[in-house]
């Protein structure tokens, strides 16, 4: 009974009332509650409307992150942006209890065409920009949708504003890349501004045709136009881009630095993949500032470059992000590069070290667990 209640909650919500934790709450039912939200589009009310839109943008950001191949996984993305989400969100698939399990993704096609069609008949440019927002994380670039994409690609030749147009096309990126860049190649390559904006959406196509349409644009007399071509370049993440980028000589200076950073970006995601040491099993323990615990130096005051090399390498992702949540939970404090273990950081280990020895002890395998392993002043 809960589900309908909610809905029935978030449905009635007066517009001023925060539905942020509602919106959550139903977002946890992922498909289901991406199926109610049908009706609410099929209403006339454009506040139901609204609501439904934002919904269903949770909703394909769950399906983005979990289920969609091309996109980053959740854990990369939780590593990114919000560090204290993950280690919940991992504990919670350690138990079993997985998000996943309610996003199959099948309303998706469906409600992805039912929006496409509202945002034609819509006048507000604000809301159909929230529709193209939410198709272009609902839409599956290997799913064809040959008439939702004439649809797009209509709306973005017939659009009143550029804002419009742009939103048009980056939600044709995401649902049929050939088209889009045959839009771009058509429709915006006669202007410096559109020029501009095809530098920066070419990117999100990512096709052979897009590559070469890049390789004009980095040449371009705008440097604006070459800026956004040498970052959208450093989307494709091949060698052919990177070698493109290690030729390109760049006179602006302000361009030269996008280069520079492309030229990073690329090699750290094209050759640093292979050289990486392969991970164990995702698990909170790989994961948890806990791990700083375990190894942190035996002394009360010490550096992070002796914190660094204490901890075996691959042990940890993100150490950088690791070190930061467990300050910001009061396990340690830091000035400036030095830290110590906090009280509360003390108490924890303890707690750790105690239950571990337990496990040792108990679970039929040989302890080598000393008195100081379990010494709450150790």
């Known amino acids: 009974?809960?589900?309908?209640?909610?809905?029935?909650?978030?449905?009635?919500?007066?517009?001023?009332?925060?539905?942020?934790?509602?919106?959550?709450?139903?977002?946890?039912?992922?498909?289901?509650?991406?199926?109610?939200?049908?009706?609410?589009l099929a209403s006339d009310t454009l506040r139901w409307h609204a609501r439904a839109i934002h919904g269903l943008t949770l909703y394909a950001k769950?399906?983005?992150?979990?289920?969609?191949?091309?996109?980053?996984?959740?854990?990369?993305?939780?590593?990114?942006?919000?560090y204290a989400e993950l280690v919940r969100?991992?504990?919670?698939?350690?138990?079993?209890?997985?998000?996943?399990?309610?996003?199959s993704g099948h309303p998706r096609h469906v409600l992805a065409h039912q929006v496409g069609t509202m945002v034609v008949e819509a006048t507000?440019?604000?809301?159909?920009?929230?529709?193209?927002?939410?198709?272009?994380?609902?839409?599956?670039?290997?799913?064809?949708?040959?008439?939702?994409?004439?649809?797009?690609?209509?709306?973005?030749?017939?659009?009143?504003?550029?804002?419009?147009?742009r939103e048009a096309i980056i939600a044709l990126c995401h649902l049929d890349r050939t088209q889009a860049c045959a839009y771009i190649r058509q429709h915006w390559l006669a202007g410096a501004p559109q020029r501009t904006m095809a530098a920066e959406l070419l990117?999100?196509?990512?096709?052979?045709?897009?590559?070469?349409?890049?390789?004009?644009?980095?040449?371009?007399?705008?440097?604006?136009?070459?800026?956004?071509?040498?970052?959208?370049?450093?989307?494709?993440?091949?060698?052919?881009?990177?070698?493109?980028?290690?030729a390109?000589?760049?006179?602006?200076?302000?361009?030269?630095?996008?280069?520079?950073?492309?030229?990073?970006?690329?090699?750290?995601r094209v050759h640093h993949p292979a050289a990486a040491p392969r991970r164990g099993p995702s698990a909170i323990y790989g994961i948890s500032p806990?791990?700083?615990l375990a190894h942190a130096p035996g002394q009360a005051v010490f550096t992070e470059r002796a914190l660094s090399a204490a901890l075996p390498p691959g042990l940890i992702a993100d150490s950088a992000s690791s070190r930061r949540y467990a300050v910001e939970l009061g396990l340690f404090e830091r000035q400036g590069d030095v830290y110590r273990v906090s009280g509360l950081g003390a108490a924890v280990h303890w707690v750790e070290g105690y239950l571990q020895a337990g496990v040792r002890r108990y679970g039929g395998q040989p302890s080598n667990a000393t008195a100081a392993d379990v010494d709450p002043g150790a």
Do not use: Y
Not at 64 to 80: I, Y
């Open 124 to 165: 507000d440019e604000a809301h159909r920009i929230a529709m193209l927002r939410c198709l272009g994380r609902l839409c599956v670039p290997h799913h064809p949708a040959p008439a939702l994409a004439a649809t797009l690609a209509t709306l973005a030749a017939e659009a009143d504003s550029r804002v419009l147009e």
């Open 1 to 40: 009974m809960a589900f309908p209640a909610l809905c029935e909650r978030l449905r009635t919500a007066t517009a001023h009332q925060d539905t942020s934790r509602l919106d959550k709450a139903l977002t946890m039912w992922g498909d289901r509650f991406a199926t109610a939200l049908s009706a609410w």
């Open 62 to 82: 769950g399906l983005n992150a979990l289920c969609d191949v091309e996109t980053p996984s959740l854990e990369t993305h939780l590593h990114q942006t919000n």
């Open 203 to 246: 990117g999100l196509a990512r096709t052979s045709a897009a590559f070469d349409l890049l390789l004009k644009l980095m040449v371009d007399p705008q440097a604006d136009t070459r800026r956004k071509a040498l970052a959208s370049l450093a989307a494709f993440a091949s060698e052919d881009a990177l070698r493109v980028l290690t």
């Open 89 to 103: 969100v991992t504990r919670d698939w350690d138990l079993g209890v997985a998000p996943a399990a309610l996003l």
């Open 248 to 268: 390109h000589q760049e006179p602006d200076p302000q361009t030269q630095r996008q280069l520079l950073r492309s030229r990073q970006e690329l090699r750290r």
């Open 290 to 292: 806990l791990v700083l």
